[in-house]
């Protein structure tokens, strides 16, 4: 048998040395995710829904409640941020929140300075003004166009596109293809809400991420 040393410590009191981490990080992970978890909680339980508006069939999710309250408003950019670290950690850290209109603007700009990112609009045609970029996309009825400020995003920073809500995907994926002519690193997209059976995501080329739960097929959403 060999004799216990430091470098062979006995089996019934290992060598702290040689042990792996007690986990510190996998601890914090636990914590960020349970509170991840309570925090959507709380938000999807503010959220208002409106059965046939703003036509029939359509069940309406409003979001304004979350802005109507300061800690309401507190908790969404919280498991947002929580959500951003986990996925994406230091290094890839987004350099730009790009928000599109208009809901977008709701809470975009208030995340960026907490990640200490810049913010950047995504606006209908004809409302930015200066040299911009378009990219068109495609609406129940016909076609639509999205500009970005030139120079807005530089080459190769980190890029997230927010918005409250995925549907067909198609105003997301329009300000992901204006991300990349402007030859940023597109991140992903993160949204608050989406209709899942539309499968809008599907249209998206990089990772997406819906903080709330989706819409089911038995009913169109919309928000507020």
Not at 68 to 80: I, K, W
Not at 177 to 182: F, G, M, N, R, W
Request: with cysteine; net charge negative; aromatic share 8%.
């Amino acid at each position: 048998m060999r004799d216990s040393t430091s470098s062979h410590p006995p089996t019934d009191h290992p060598d702290a040395t040689t042990q792996p981490p007690s986990g510190p990080k996998f601890t914090h992970f636990t914590s960020s995710s349970a509170e991840l978890t309570s925090l959507k909680i709380r938000l999807r339980q503010a959220l208002r829904q409106f059965p046939d508006f703003p036509c029939p069939g359509v069940l309406f999710e409003d979001i304004l409640p979350i802005f109507a309250d300061p800690s309401l408003h507190e908790d969404l950019l919280l498991a947002l941020q929580l959500h951003i670290q986990s996925s994406y950690g230091a290094h890839d850290r987004p350099d730009v929140i790009v928000g599109l209109e208009a809901r977008g603007f709701l809470f975009g700009p208030s995340l960026a300075l907490r990640l200490g990112a810049a913010f950047v609009p995504v606006r209908k045609k004809g409302k930015l003004p200066g040299p911009t970029e378009k990219a068109q996309y495609q609406k129940e009825y016909g076609t639509d166009d999205f500009e970005i400020q030139r120079h807005a995003i530089k080459p190769g920073q980190k890029v997230l596109v927010v918005d409250d809500i995925i549907a067909t995907g198609g105003s997301a994926a329009a300000a992901g293809s204006l991300v990349k002519q402007a030859h940023g690193h597109l991140l992903g997209y993160i949204f608050l809400l989406e209709i899942d059976f539309l499968q809008g995501s599907e249209k998206l080329d990089a990772p997406v991420y819906t903080l709330l739960s989706s819409q089911e097929r038995n009913s169109t959403s919309a928000s507020s």
